[in-house]
């Protein structure tokens, strides 16, 4: 009996019909195919998925959502998801990926925000979640929308080489009591977005930290324009391209904005490429290093350079009653080619250029 079990073993073995391992180790555990994410509970394991679905539904009240997928994943959305009113304080909703490929098919997030829009925003009245929703690790982030955030829309902190296309954030309803609502919060590296359409009350794009940006190709409307900033100590923002962007019925056109207390603190090689820009109340154009002010008294813990516009024209307008362009700078340096700069409108414009700084062409 034991030679003929030997014998069927052996030739088992022989065919094939039983994996071995090989140079002694074991074989890995396939990867899921694919994974629902229609709960709280079924967002906590996927790290062994390569596919994701989101389709419709409700993340509860106190209940917030963090997807991590294997490297690589694809991540696809089949229906809206909606956030309960909640206490949670923010974000409501994480991707921490690697290389991910985000399609959101044209779907929401949907932040409820008229239940907490008060016109106080961020600084009192009712508590509100934000961001609603944050990005790290990296990926490619397509086709969705986040529809009535409560405050503060979509903050970028990626890690990788990452981008953004076909956004839209849409707090248009908030024109009356939304505050803070900005579009996207960038403290990031090595990021491009591309083609997004941000309607708010508050920055379209912040750039708070990083180097390799490109904002590029998007549309911002009713809030506080494209910003730099606000830079704090020991934070820098270098190698930006701003082109090709359409600001309208907005406060403010487009700032570089540095805190009066920062230290150790730069914004270096920004570059505007035919950018249309229109300013309803505030400066068309604005680099202060008095932040929280527009004009005061510059601190000079901090280093504003290479400010370029280049290439196509970038034309600015203002019809309120502020200067078209204003610089007031505690510490700026080297000569910066303005040549395609056409501002016109508004008042004069006040520069004030302390640290060794020169302006070279344009019109303003």
Excluded at 249 to 277: L, P, Q
């Amino acid at each position: 009996m034991q030679s003929l079990l030997a014998f069927a073993t052996l030739a088992i073995l022989s065919s094939g019909s039983l994996a071995s391992p090989t140079n002694g180790t074991r074989t890995s555990t396939a990867k899921r195919a694919t994974c629902t994410v229609n709960s709280v509970a079924s967002s906590t394991d996927l790290t062994d998925c390569t596919t994701i679905v989101i389709p419709a539904w409700e993340v509860p009240a106190g209940e917030t959502v963090t997807i991590k997928a294997a490297s690589g994943a694809t991540i696809q959305m089949t229906g809206s998801v909606e956030f309960a009113q909640t206490t949670a304080s923010g974000p409501l909703w994480t991707f921490d990926t690697s290389d991910v490929n985000f399609n959101g098919n044209g779907f929401s997030f949907k932040g409820n925000g008229p239940l907490y829009w008060d016109g106080e925003g961020t600084s009192g009245g009712v508590a509100k979640p934000h961001p609603l929703m944050k990005f790290e690790g990296s990926g490619t982030f397509t086709n969705f929308i986040i529809k009535d955030s409560p405050a503060h829309a979509i903050s970028v902190g990626t890690t990788a080489t990452s981008s953004f296309t076909d956004v839209l954030v849409d707090n248009a309803d908030g024109a009356a009591l939304g505050k803070n609502t900005d579009g996207f919060d960038v403290s990031a590296s090595d990021l491009t977005i591309s083609g997004c359409t941000v309607l708010n009350q508050d920055d379209c794009v912040a750039i708070n930290s990083g180097s390799n940006i490109v904002f590029e190709n998007n549309v911002c409307t009713g809030g506080h324009g494209i910003s730099i900033g606000s830079i704090a100590s020991g934070k820098s923002v270098s190698g930006v391209t701003i082109s090709g962007n359409t600001v309208s019925e907005s406060m403010y056109g487009m700032r570089i904005k540095v805190d009066s207390d920062a230290t150790d603190a730069s914004v270096s090689d920004i570059t505007y490429i035919g950018n249309k820009i229109s300013a309803n109340d505030k400066y068309g154009y604005l680099i202060t290093q008095s932040y929280s002010e527009d004009f005061g008294t510059p601190g000079t813990g901090s280093t504003v350079s290479g400010i370029t516009f280049s290439g196509a024209t970038t034309t600015v307008t203002t019809t309120g009653n502020f200067p078209r362009v204003g610089v007031d700078c505690g510490h700026c340096t080297g000569t910066w080619n303005w040549g395609s700069l056409d501002a016109t409108g508004g008042e004069s414009s006040d520069i004030v250029l302390t640290g060794g700084a020169k302006i070279s062409g344009g019109t303003f």
